[in-house]
């Protein structure tokens, strides 16, 4: 860690949609440069901490901040341009657009002058600044101009991650990025986790996957029922400990 502050937290954050408590007192961590997991069953509000912390939700409790001021309640685009982006599950690709211009969905680059005034995109600047992107992030694409919906499962979340790296110079969360892969594309996406990381971001892993998460990450929080049950060091924590946590058979507390 390089600093006392965390980069991104959450307070004792509630979340509740009607008469479901999603999130009960929620708390998460993570400070600059390190890649935290965070891990828990179906319904512990994994998803729901992540969109309340991204400005997509704005918790009805707690508190969020970044870089130790408070955060909560801004819009997602607010939360953005702090450098923060996120690689959901669906990966929210245009299918039938080429790299680049997935890259820059909703961000287009127009000519300059008379052209961008009539809306003409700048395509060889934003097709050289996806291959700039890929190549940090050691990314192979055979043809960058090919629709994405060609290419495989492995480099379509490559693709989503280059975008968010694009954008983000602070933190990037991934929502259970090598789910439905095979073994040789996993290992393909973690190795661009720890190229991110390496590229100074910080890293936000959800992921169901104990094998993926103990290779990369740093430290491992776990929420069930709503709330945080375990900050766990990846290097000395144990299956036992993580899955226990989970699922309630263990707790950090009784073992201190």
């Known amino acids: 860690m390089t600093t006392n502050t965390p980069l991104l937290e959450a307070r004792e954050v509630t979340k509740r949609f009607g008469a479901v408590d999603a999130l009960r007192g929620a708390s998460f961590q993570i400070f600059p440069g390190e ?38 309640g801004r819009s997602p685009k607010e939360i953005q341009a702090l450098g923060i982006e996120t690689v959901y599950q669906d990966l929210a690709l245009a299918p039938e657009l080429d790299t680049p211009g997935n890259l820059f969905l909703g961000r287009e680059q127009l000519m300059p002058g008379i052209l961008g005034f009539f809306g003409v995109l700048a395509k060889s600047a934003m097709r050289q600044r996806a291959s700039t992107v890929l190549t940090e992030l050691s990314v192979k694409i055979k043809d960058i101009k090919a629709p994405v919906n060609t290419l495989s499962g492995g480099q379509q979340q490559s693709v989503a991650v280059a975008r968010a790296v694009t954008w983000a110079d602070k933190l990037v969360i991934m929502d259970e990025p090598t789910a439905a892969l095979g073994v040789p594309q996993t290992q393909a996406v973690l190795a661009l986790i720890r190229t991110v990381k390496e ?3 910080s890293v936000i892993l959800i992921s169901h996957s104990l094998p993926d998460v103990m ?38 507390e009784a073992a201190a």
Do not use: H
């Not at 998803?47 to 508190?63: E, F, N, Q, R, W």
């Not at 069930?224 to 946590?245: D, F, H, K, S, W």
């Open 215 to 252: 290779q990369v990450a740093d430290r491992i929080e776990v929420l069930r029922l709503g709330r945080r049950v375990a900050q766990l060091t990846a290097a000395e924590a144990t299956e036992e400990q993580i899955v226990g946590a989970m699922t309630g058979a263990w707790t950090q």
């Open 199 to 201: 590229s100074g971001r």
């Open 35 to 72: 890649v935290v997991a965070l891990m828990g069953d179906n319904g512990a509000g994994k998803s729901t901490l992540i969109k309340t912390m991204c400005g997509v939700y704005a918790p009805d409790g707690g508190d969020v901040l970044f870089e130790g001021r408070s955060v909560a």
